[in-house]
Nanobody, 124 residues
Framework: QVQLVESGGGLVQAGGSLRLSCAAS????????MGWFRQAPGKEREFVGA????????LYTDSVKGRFTLSRVNAEKTVYLQMNSLKPEDTAAYYC?????????????????WGQGTQVTVSS
């Protein structure tokens, strides 16, 4: 069983930056793809990005490409989401997730462990 705890959310003005962290415990972290998803009020949860076990390969949804960057430190069992040039439409609860596969994926069904979420609010 793995536990995931997100932190780093908050309120920021448009154009600002935040860095989200996700700390994992209880399972071999370095063998699995990690992902971030977000869910805005009244909307379905959507994929933001994923990073493979080595940290060398990343996948992003089109709306965040060039603004968000994923990284991971396996020795610390932590994955990061650096968010720059934030827009009001980035406002959502952000969730960290661990996939039950080393393969890079964006499919929600492939992610079997989820954090509790951290709120990001971007004001205009």
């Amino acid at each position: 069983q793995v536990q995931l705890v997100e932190s780093g959310g908050g309120l920021v003005q448009a154009g600002g930056s935040l860095r989200l962290s996700c700390a994992a415990s209880g399972r071999t972290f370095s063998s699995y793809t990690m992902g971030w998803f977000r869910q805005a009020p009244g909307k379905e949860r959507e994929f933001v990005g994923a990073i493979d076990p080595t940290g060398a390969i990343r996948l992003y949804t089109d709306s965040v490409k060039g603004r968000f960057t994923l990284s991971r430190v396996n020795a610390e069992k932590t994955v990061y989401l650096q968010m720059n040039s934030l827009k009001p439409e980035d406002t959502a609860a952000y969730y960290c997730a661990l996939a039950a596969t080393p393969a890079l994926t964006r499919r929600t069904a492939d992610f079997t462990s989820w954090g509790q979420g951290t709120q990001v609010t971007v004001s205009s």
